[in-house]
């Protein structure tokens, strides 16, 4: 538990980093500290020593306390070598270790350093990055949204970056509250192109599975839906089996729950992911449903979980290592002062065939 002094700390900090007191900024006076925080004098007096030793204020004999941007220098400010921050996800799972390759060999081209944190996407854990990237002064800044399909409240932040015209670019998604320049997956068309090869192999009852607090998952259900319009297929919600990060932890359970309750009616399942796709198959042999004679699947990613696996998954290209290389070298560009580059990029997925997909035979 946080220590009083700490919190005033934290939250005058997370002030001055989200941009509420700008630089130059007188703060509220001690006794306003005082009252507002419920503490005493010596209190408030000891959490402003730190925040002036860090370089978040001043202090002016007389006339009050500002706000200093001092704390820049004090961390990377004073370095020849460029640093880049990397804000993403998840850090050593799934697809992550080859972006962030990607990021780091391009950077390493160009001598510039990188600074990497992770927000397990939550929220509280990226407005720590982000205080984190602004506290040290990074130059650019690469970020995956975290729940990126929910209202954001550390938009202020991103907002801050923008008015220090400090560059950055995001990948796998973007906030579409900010007008930011992203590469990212065509996520609508590679559940499209996951489905219609579903429909092209004789399938008309085909479920998905997706995540719902990330944009790709709001994206790759546009993407089954519009194949399924297309083939004049009705969608059908029960066939729809939705989760977010928090009930993650719960998808064996939901999956055995949903496969149980449609296994006479589903013969195929367009998948969020290889992870989602790599369980489905688990969850089917403990149902003793056999893949993909009774039930066809399709991932998504290409990942290497897919590729070692013991059963080739039927999955569709991500850019992974190329994304990490392109977001990479937008920023260095945009640090060169090259002008005109992309605001958005979209990878187009291809169909990889593997031994999760099974022709229906005409009845």
Same mark, same amino acid.
């Given at each position: 538990?946080?220590?009083? =002094?700490?919190?005033?700390?934290?939250?005058?900090?997370?002030?001055?980093?989200?941009?509420?007191?700008?630089?130059? %900024?007188?703060?509220?006076?001690?006794?306003?500290?005082? +009252?507002?925080?419920?503490?005493?004098?010596? /209190?408030?007096?000891?959490?402003?020593? %730190?925040?002036?030793?860090? $370089?978040?204020?001043?202090? %002016?004999?007389?006339? $009050? #306390?500002?706000?200093?941007?001092?704390?820049?220098?004090?961390? $990377?400010?004073?370095?020849?070598?460029?640093?880049?921050?990397?804000?993403?996800?998840?850090?050593?799972?799934?697809?992550?270790?080859?972006?962030?390759?990607?990021? *780091?060999?391009?950077?390493? %081209?160009?001598?510039?350093?990188?600074?990497?944190?992770?927000?397990?996407?939550?929220?509280?854990?990226?407005?720590?990055?982000?205080?984190?990237?602004?506290?040290?002064?990074?130059?650019?800044?690469?970020? *995956?949204?975290?729940?990126?399909?929910?209202?954001?409240? !550390?938009?202020?932040?991103?907002?801050?970056?923008?008015?220090?015209?400090?560059?950055?670019?995001?990948?796998?998604? =973007?906030? *579409?509250?900010?007008?930011?320049?992203?590469?990212?997956?065509?996520?609508?068309?590679?559940?499209?192109?996951?489905?219609?090869?579903?429909?092209?192999?004789?399938?008309?009852?085909?479920?998905?599975?997706?995540?719902?607090?990330?944009?790709?998952?709001?994206?790759?259900?546009?993407?089954?839906?519009?194949?399924?319009?297309?083939?004049?297929?009705?969608?059908?919600? +029960?066939?729809?089996?939705? =989760?977010? #990060?928090?009930?993650?932890?719960?998808?064996?359970?939901?999956?055995?729950?949903?496969?149980?309750?449609?296994?006479?009616?589903? /013969?195929?399942?367009?998948?969020?992911?290889?992870?989602? $796709?790599?369980?489905?198959?688990?969850?089917?042999?403990?149902?003793?449903?056999?893949?993909?004679?009774?039930?066809?699947?399709?991932?998504?990613? !290409?990942?290497?979980?897919?590729?070692?696996?013991?059963?080739?998954?039927?999955?569709?290209?991500?850019?992974?290592?190329?994304?990490?290389?392109?977001?990479?070298?937008?920023?260095?560009?945009?640090?060169?002062?090259?002008?005109?580059?992309?605001?958005?990029?979209?990878?187009?997925?291809?169909?990889? +065939?593997?031994?999760?997909?099974?022709?229906?035979?005409?009845?």
């Amino acid at each position: 538990m946080k220590t009083k =002094y700490q919190i005033i700390i934290d939250d005058i900090k997370s002030k001055i980093l989200s941009g509420e007191y700008s630089i130059g %900024e007188q703060i509220p006076t001690e006794s306003v500290l005082q +009252e507002k925080y419920n503490v005493s004098r010596h /209190t408030v007096r000891k959490a402003i020593l %730190e925040l002036a030793n860090g $370089g978040f204020l001043r202090s %002016e004999k007389g006339s $009050g #306390t500002y706000v200093s941007n001092k704390y820049q220098s004090k961390f $990377g400010g004073n370095s020849t070598k460029k640093t880049i921050g990397v804000i993403t996800t998840y850090i050593s799972d799934y697809i992550f270790p080859s972006i962030i390759r990607g990021i *780091e060999r391009r950077l390493n %081209e160009d001598n510039y350093s990188l600074l990497l944190a992770s927000t397990n996407n939550d929220v509280e854990q990226e407005k720590k990055a982000l205080e984190m990237m602004l506290s040290y002064g990074v130059d650019g800044l690469i970020i *995956e949204p975290t729940k990126s399909n929910l209202y954001n409240p !550390n938009i202020a932040y991103y907002l801050s970056f923008k008015e220090q015209d400090v560059p950055f670019i995001m990948i796998n998604a =973007y906030y *579409e509250e900010l007008d930011v320049p992203f590469l990212c997956l065509d996520d609508v068309q590679s559940s499209y192109l996951s489905t219609k090869e579903l429909i092209i192999k004789g399938h008309t009852q085909i479920g998905l599975i997706s995540k719902v607090d990330d944009l790709q998952g709001k994206f790759r259900m546009k993407g089954y839906i519009k194949a399924l319009g297309e083939a004049k297929l009705r969608f059908q919600p +029960e066939l729809v089996l939705s =989760y977010n #990060t928090e009930t993650k932890l719960d998808l064996y359970t939901d999956l055995k729950k949903f496969l149980t309750k449609n296994r006479d009616v589903l /013969t195929a399942i367009v998948c969020y992911n290889d992870e989602v $796709g790599l369980e489905v198959v688990n969850v089917c042999r403990q149902l003793d449903i056999s893949v993909p004679e009774k039930l066809s699947i399709i991932g998504q990613d !290409n990942s290497y979980i897919a590729q070692n696996a013991n059963i080739k998954l039927t999955t569709l290209t991500h850019p992974q290592e190329q994304m990490g290389r392109d977001a990479a070298d937008w920023v260095i560009k945009k640090l060169q002062g090259k002008k005109d580059l992309p605001n958005e990029t979209y990878y187009q997925p291809v169909l990889i +065939e593997g031994e999760t997909v099974k022709e229906l035979e005409i009845q």
